[in-house]
């Protein structure tokens, strides 16, 4: 389970092979022992859950880097490796 990011304590994977479960492209964040699964086409929590402002900040790293995301999914569902991405700032 590659490490995409991480910033302000919260740390986003992508699993490879992971397109059974959820179905849709998603990237899984952890912060302090919480989990959420983010879908990455619209930034909603398909599981899971984390403090109300870690999610708004997960919301719009997925925002800002929704393309590089989408290609990083491509490369995980297929077992590739991916591409780290720049931490929100």
């Given at each position: 389970?590659?490490i995409?990011s991480?910033?302000?304590?919260?740390?986003?994977?992508?699993?490879?092979?992971?397109?059974?479960?959820h179905?849709?492209?998603?990237?899984?964040?952890?912060?302090s022992?919480?989990?959420?699964?983010?879908n990455?086409?619209?930034?909603?929590?398909?599981?899971?859950?984390?403090?109300?402002?870690?999610?708004?900040?997960?919301?719009?790293?997925?925002?800002?880097?929704?393309?590089?995301?989408?290609a990083?999914?491509q490369?995980?569902?297929?077992?590739e490796?991916?591409?780290?991405?720049?931490?929100?700032?």
């Amino acid at each position: 389970m590659p490490i995409l990011s991480m910033f302000y304590g919260i740390i986003i994977r992508m699993y490879f092979y992971d397109n059974k479960e959820h179905h849709a492209p998603h990237l899984h964040a952890e912060y302090s022992g919480k989990l959420a699964v983010f879908n990455i086409e619209d930034g909603s929590i398909i599981a899971g859950t984390l403090p109300p402002g870690k999610i708004k900040m997960v919301q719009a790293w997925i925002e800002i880097h929704r393309e590089e995301l989408m290609a990083d999914w491509q490369l995980a569902v297929n077992g590739e490796e991916v591409f780290k991405i720049e931490p929100l700032k």
